[in-house]
Each structure stands twice: as structure tokens, then as C-alpha cells.
């Protein structure tokens, strides 16, 4: 015979102080594991989000960010002629040549010596067009030949001195900020944007850092790429998808969140563990005759550590919903740290998604049946005649 699944359930009830301090206790564990995986999700789609699937982006060989790379106006000018570069509406190639540096701001609340890297992006006209994402939410757009700047909502919230009408000094002159503007959950949404030749020539730069440019269909992106390896005059260059350049730029910061924040999890998780088995050993001490009688009554010594089995994972169920209800909270909560790629401050959001709940419920699942398991095996092993003497 098998014993109900209700009779679990209503059993964790019976000792309600040490079943609400077991779930409390394994919903922070669930919380502060979920939490970490929706960080890294987050900062993934940050970058994944920045790119498009249509553009294509430039850079140096041995480069593995903007900021370090570097391509020379002859070629520049060479890609510029390429017939798998898409047109715009005007005629002209959908390619932008593109300056990326970086600056030092003191942040808001923060002593005057207390700075973070922050990026300025030279843009051209087409830039904007490659990016549809960014909108201006206040202010103005910059005017081209003029040192005007443009700042992400999130760099003006988070840093002194470039609200509207404010002069920030870098390149040996001052630009004047002029407009906000929302990129979205992307990386831009933590950079400033100015004309892409007057960031050049304040930085007295040859070339350029990158160029990303508009694909002409998805077979353009192979053919320029042989092109590429095949000239002598670009073969320093390589050529990747932009969400795929992006997505790269994330995967260092994501991996050591996620282990620095599985390595904690791990240790709490082992607490939680123990208190699970603290509650179910306390379930099967006091409920010996109840035990004695279920065996005395035909059920089988598995249908008992079933039952018992069962309860600890009800209890790690609730903990776990209750974890991710917590955590679920969290997206709306931005962050900011350093991306050890670009060494500039980037911000993000926690990202919750169906494979984080998943995956999220499982680790409590597993908790619950670690803790649960040698307590139900106890219950199991006990004598029928032995449990009925202890009434």
C-alpha cells in the first residue's frame, strides 16, 4: 500500500515554528542563488541586446574589446567600398567609423578623488541610424563639428557634472553636454556619445577604433569576412557578428559571477541542508508510534521513507518558490560594476527567465532530498514492535 501524498503535506503543519524556520532558511539559499543567476543573465542580455544580427563589427586581431583596437583610415576607407555593406535610403554605406575611449568621472555621493572609467563613443551620422535603440529623452542631439556631448540617463544618475548645460574636460577641451539619452537594457546605456572626428582629432587620433557597419544579406557576412582574410591590406582584422562580439565582451564578468556566487551558495545551501534534516529527524522522533502503527497497518518500509521523503521535499518546494518570489523582486534593481574587458563601469538589471525558475527549483528540489533522505531511511529502519513500546 502506498501511503496519500496529502497525509505529507498536512504532516509539515504538525511542527509549524520548525517548518517556517526550515523554509525561511532554505528560501534564502534559493534566493541568493537565483539572485546570482539572474545578475549574470543580466548582464548577458545587457551585451546580447547591444548588438544587432544585421551589423557586423571591425576590429583588430588581437583585440578583445573597442576601447584596444585600432583601424587605420586606409582601412577603414577599404571596408567602406565593400559591396556587402548595406545602403541607406540616401545611397551611402551604412558603416560607421568609430572612436572608443575612455574618461575618468567622480561618482554621485563620492569624494572628488573617487573616479570610475567611463566610455566616450565618437559616433557619424550613420552610427545613429546602426543603433535605433537610442533615443533622446532630453536636451538635444549633438551638432556635428561642435564639442557637444551626448550622456546615457544612466552615466547622468550615477555621476556628477554632466547634467545639461554642464562642461566636462577630457581630450584637452571642453564639451558641452546637450542632451540624455535611453539606450535601453544595453551597453550603451552606460556611455556618452559625441561627433566621432572631433573625438578624434581632441585625442589626435589617425584612425579609428572600430567600424561596424549594416550587412547587405546573411550571405555578406562570409563573403566579407574570406575578403578580409584573403587582402593583404586588412588581413590584421577580424571580423565578427556584433551580438557575437558583445556576447564575449560579457562572458568574463558573467563566469566569475557566477562562480564567486555559486561557491557562497554552496556553503549556505549547506546550512539549509542541515536544517532540513535537523526538522525531519525531530518529524520521525516524535511521531515513532505513528510510524509503528503505518507498519503495523501493511505499509511497506519504502512507502514510509517515501512518505517521509516526500515532506522534506514539499518543504523544499515551498522554500524554493518563496526564494524566487523574493528574488523576482530583485529586476528591478539596477547595478554597476567594472567589466574586467573594458575596465569602464558598465550597469545592468537582474534578468529573471524561465531556465533560472527551473533551474532554481531543481537546487531546492536537491536540497530537500539531501536533507531529507537519512531521516527517511531512519524512519524506514524502525522496528514496528520497538515504535509501538514507545507510546
Request: aromatic share 10%; no cysteine; glycine share 8%.
Amino acid at each position: 500500500m502506498k501511503i496519500p501524498l496529502s497525509y505529507s503535506f498536512r504532516n509539515l503543519w504538525t511542527r509549524k515554528l520548525t517548518t517556517i524556520m526550515t523554509i525561511v532558511g532554505l528560501a534564502l539559499v534559493v534566493f541568493v542563488f537565483s539572485a546570482i543567476l539572474m545578475l549574470a543573465n543580466g548582464l548577458e542580455k545587457t551585451f546580447v541586446g547591444t548588438g544587432s544580427d544585421q551589423n557586423a563589427i571591425v576590429l583588430r586581431q588581437s583585440a578583445e574589446s573597442e576601447a584596444l583596437s585600432s583601424v587605420s583610415l586606409e582601412e577603414a576607407n577599404i571596408l567602406s567600398t565593400m559591396p556587402e555593406v548595406a545602403l541607406g535610403a540616401d545611397g551611402k554605406p551604412l558603416i560607421t567609423k568609430e572612436i572608443v575611449t575612455m574618461i575618468n568621472l567622480p561618482k554621485r555621493g563620492a569624494s572628488e578623488n573617487d573616479l570610475s572609467n567611463v566610455i566616450v563613443r565618437g559616433v557619424s551620422a550613420a552610427g545613429l541610424v546602426l543603433r535605433p535603440q537610442m533615443k533622446i529623452v532630453e536636451g538635444r542631439m549633438f551638432n556635428f563639428g561642435a564639442s557637444e556631448i551626448i550622456v546615457s540617463k544612466g552615466i547622468q544618475q550615477s555621476y556628477t557634472g554632466v547634467d545639461i548645460g554642464s562642461m566636462v574636460k577630457f581630450g584637452g577641451r571642453s564639451w558641452k553636454v546637450v542632451g540624455l539619452f535611453d539606450a535601453g537594457k544595453t551597453a550603451f546605456a552606460s556611455e556618452m556619445w559625441a561627433d566621432n572626428d572631433q573625438v578624434r582629432q581632441a585625442f589626435n587620433r589617425q584612425g579609428f577604433a572600430v567600424v561596424i557597419f549594416r550587412l547587405k544579406d546573411k550571405e555578406a557576412f562570409a563573403s566579407i569576412k574570406s575578403k578580409i582574410a584573403a587582402d593583404p591590406r586588412l588581413n590584421e582584422l577580424k571580423v565578427l557578428h556584433e551580438q557575437e562580439f558583445y556576447a564575449a565582451e560579457s562572458e568574463t564578468l558573467a563566469t566569475f559571477i557566477r562562480i564567486l556566487g555559486l561557491m557562497v551558495t554552496i556553503i549556505f545551501s549547506f546550512g539549509a541542508m542541515i536544517g532540513a534534516m535537523i526538522t525531519m529527524y525531530a518529524a520521525v522522533a516524535n511521531r515513532t508510534v505513528e510510524i509503528g502503527t503505518l507498519r503495523a497497518l501493511g505499509f511497506r518500509r519504502r512507502s514510509v521513507m517515501f512518505a517521509f521523503l516526500i515532506e522534506s521535499l514539499f518543504l523544499a518546494l515551498i522554500g524554493g518558490v518563496g526564494g524566487l518570489l523574493i528574488a523576482s523582486l530583485m529586476q528591478f534593481v539596477t547595478v554597476s560594476t567594472t567589466n574586467f574587458t573594458t575596465f569602464s563601469e558598465i550597469a545592468f538589471s537582474f534578468e529573471m527567465s524561465p531556465r533560472i525558475i527551473i533551474t532554481t527549483l531543481i537546487f531546492s528540489l536537491v536540497m530537500g532530498f539531501v536533507g531529507g533522505f537519512l531521516p527517511s531511511f531512519r524512519a524506514a529502519k524502525l522496528n514496528i514492535i520497538s515504535a509501538l513500546r514507545s507510546a
